[in-house]
């Protein structure tokens, strides 16, 4: 590039000597307009150093007679840089320079940041030299970083949500600076290290790491690369991101911790985002010895659905323990746990404790789970021979469509009721009439409709959702459920209450496939001497019932689903691809 230069300047010299016969006039008036470009030799990388604030990039003009302004266009992405609209020259300069001013400190060290300086005077611009002028800018840190692991496994959650079949794991280099507890991670989303990058992805996107305070970790934001979708950006929902229109907590999306016993970091609540949105990341994590990578113990994975012959749809889990894994325990949940650490935590309490219910496996095993149609996250804990948990808690979250799903046969009315025998009048006494096929299961609540709406609030959801967290002393039992099916109808009383009250009555039925709400509301007679009604346990082969008590449950972070497993061949497995849950992308350049 220097020798094109030095030819454009030799023969420019030539043609001046060419013509030393005329006036200096001519001289000038030969060359179109005053011929302004940008050296060939200019680097493509620029190193700003630490404490600078400005560099100058030398433009260059051949007709210098007359003071002169010439108008630029100007590019830098990142928006960090102030970068000059025109460059302009004194009378007789044949050289100026042009100021790009920055603040340092807003800088990532390492970080590469693309420009663009381009001549928009046409009419001036000259054909030998460059009229676009494109540069990287690197802020370079004086401190160096020295090398502390070349297999470290990296845990990635964003690309690996973002786009189908990423990779969540694989080895990355890491570099510690020197004296400090600040960690970068070198280009694990570039080629050869990310296992998906293809050779033509050449974008740098180190992950830097401040690990000054173990147990605030702090993921500084990191551009990574336009795939196609705008850029896209990586980094910690806290201090970056607003929730409901206001800033995000540390609270309820913690900062990163690092322990540097292990070599062990959890980054924390992380994002990823780019034009078309922001999406909570899955767990990022960083080991800088692999050694320290405790597997949880259990491979979990939904695999599809089962039918049986008699037409009843499982969710199926393939489970998978390590060599050291003697016994397991598995639980499922409602809903999607798996980036929730506290409701994680607190199921791996209640499997030990009990409180949640669990079955015992070992081995390799394909489980088929009865469960309605929903999201779910199944949940694992490992043991070795001695009985002692070993590892964290596994987890899996898909959602389950059934092969076929059959309509709830069922249906309830609320009557008035009378039994002086028993002490029941229509004030004091509610009877609930039922028809059904096929029920397996029915859950209720019974209570004041004003003490529903105040406690839970009288959608079909909210009520959906605190019969489930309900203890199974609200469910009918088995023998009432067949004598139901039995006979298609059945009989029971609500007793007990209060007179001239409005009472809510819901049912939650289920049939094996599905399950459905059933809401009916009644007031009881108004009375003034409302007498002593004893309480009995038999009415024509149905049950009294009480008021359902509005504070007898506990928010868990989760809500445990009764476990009604059966063991399944993998092989009459109906595959299912998951994509309800999110919409993945395919890379485009």
């Known amino acids: 590039m220097k020798t094109l230069k030095n030819i454009f300047y030799f023969l420019a010299a030539a043609s001046l000597v060419g013509f030393t016969s005329c006036s200096d006039d001519d001289a000038t008036t030969s060359l179109k307009g005053d011929q302004v470009f940008f050296g060939t030799d200019l680097s493509s990388t620029i190193n700003l150093e630490q404490n600078s604030s400005s560099i100058q990039i030398p433009i260059q003009r051949m ?33 100026t320079n042009l100021v790009i001013s920055y603040n340092f400190d807003n800088l990532t060290l390492g970080q590469s ?261 929903g999201e779910y996250t199944v949940v694992a804990l490992a043991f070795d021979a001695s009985g002692a948990n070993i590892g964290s808690i596994s987890s899996v979250s898909f959602v389950f469509t059934p092969g076929e799903v059959k309509d709830v046969d069922f249906s309830f009315t609320l009557e008035s009721y009378t039994d002086e025998e028993k002490g029941c009048y229509p004030y004091n006494s509610m009877l609930v009439k039922m028809t059904a096929s096929e029920i397996k299961s029915i859950k209720y609540l019974f209570a004041p409709k004003a003490n529903v709406e105040d406690v839970i609030g009288l959608t079909d959801d909210a009520i959906i959702a605190y019969i489930k967290a309900m203890s199974d002393d609200y469910a009918f039992p088995a023998s009432e459920i067949e004598l139901l099916n039995q006979e298609g109808t059945y009989e029971s009383v609500f007793n007990n209450l209060n007179a001239g009250t409005e009472y809510l009555c819901a049912m939650y039925v289920g049939n094996g496939s599905t399950y459905k709400l059933f809401v009916n509301t009644k007031a009881t007679e108004a009375n003034s001497s409302q007498a002593s009604v004893p309480t009995s346990s038999v009415l024509n082969g149905g049950i009294y019932l009480g008021v359902t008590p509005l504070n007898n449950v506990e928010a868990n972070g989760y809500i445990g689903v009764k476990l009604n497993s059966i063991d399944v061949n993998p092989a009459s497995v109906e595959k299912v691809e998951d994509t309800s849950k999110r919409q993945f992308r395919s890379i485009r350049f």
């Open 63 to 95: 007709n210098a007679d007359n003071a002169a302004s010439y108008p630029l266009f100007s590019s830098d992405e990142s928006g960090l840089f102030t970068l000059p609209s025109s460059a302009d020259f004194a009378a007789g300069e044949t050289t």
């Open 113 to 373: 940041y693309p420009c663009t300086l381009t001549l928009a005077d046409s009419e001036n611009s000259s054909s030998y030299g460059l009229t676009s002028y494109s540069f990287t800018l690197v802020a370079v840190d004086p401190v160096p970083y020295e090398t502390v692991a070349t297999d470290a496994i990296f845990i990635e959650g964003g690309m690996s949500k973002m786009y189908r079949d990423f990779p969540t794991q694989y080895p990355v280099t890491v570099e510690r600076k020197r004296g400090t507890n600040l960690f970068k991670i070198v280009n694990p989303y570039s080629y050869p290290t990310y296992p998906v990058a293809e050779e033509s992805w050449t974008f740098i996107s180190d992950v830097y790491i401040d690990a000054t305070d173990p147990n605030r970790v702090v993921t500084k934001l990191t551009q990574l690369a336009d795939f196609g979708y705008g850029m896209t950006i990586i980094g910690n929902v806290f201090g970056n991101l607003t929730v409901d229109g206001q800033p995000a907590t540390e609270e309820e999306y913690p900062l990163g911790t690092y322990d540097e016993a292990t070599g062990v970091f959890d980054l924390g609540a992380m994002f990823i985002a780019d034009d078309e949105g922001v999406m909570l990341a899955d767990p990022f994590k960083l080991y800088l010895n692999p050694d320290a990578l405790v597997a949880a113990g259990i491979a979990l994975e939904y695999t599809g659905v089962y039918t049986s012959v008699d037409g009843k749809s499982y969710a199926v889990i393939s489970i998978t323990p390590e060599a050291d894994v003697a016994t397991y325990r598995y639980a499922v949940v409602e809903g999607d746990i798996t980036n929730d650490a506290e409701a994680l935590e607190k199921a791996k309490e209640d499997i030990l404790s009990g409180t949640l219910t669990s079955e015992t496996g070992s081995g390799n095993a394909s489980k088929g789970l009865e469960l309605e149609a």
